[in-house]
């Protein structure tokens, strides 16, 4: 049992009897005093594929799920669904591109994650904590720039769209946070 406090993204839990993956989470003190904590969270069912959105206190607990993970290889994209090639075994799977809905805008081709596997299906993925890609397209660095707070979006070679410093220009390699989809700093 794990409690709502000790929750991470990432982490598989039981929610109305399903298995599901924390996506996102966030906690959220109250104005008042003695209040507790309270604690949301986007959850996405490992089996259906549907996102539900809870919240809890902070001492609520949760049952945790068990969840196997194999390193697998992200091979390529064909026709709505993607292809994945097993690390351990060799054997190769595919999944549709809408239960990867968050995942797509993080995938490069020969791209090395882990699966999450429940009574020997592959239910999702998990991505690493950064990851790199090139900006493909953005507004031109301007000259004389600082490196002040100012952004400006930039997209990616995966399409994802992201705020980067004003001094950036097309064709850099930058690390992005797959956990909230912001820019870190050049690779």
Known sequence: MKQAS?????????????????????????????????????????????????????DQSFEEVEVDKRPVQYMYRKQGTCFFLDLEDYSDFQMPEDTLEEELNYLLEDMELNALVIDGAVRGLELPDTIDLQVTETTPAMKGASATARTKPATLQTGLIVQVP??????????VDTRTAKFLGRA
């Open 6 to 58: 000790q929750l991470q993204k990432g982490d598989a839990i039981t929610l109305a009897g399903q298995p599901h993956v924390i996506q996102q989470i966030t906690a959220h003190s109250p104005s008042a005093r003695g209040g507790t904590m309270l604690y949301k969270f986007r959850a996405r069912n490992l089996l259906s594929g549907q996102n539900r959105s809870e919240s809890c206190k902070g």
């Open 166 to 175: 004003e001094y950036l220009a097309a064709g850099e390699v930058i690390k």
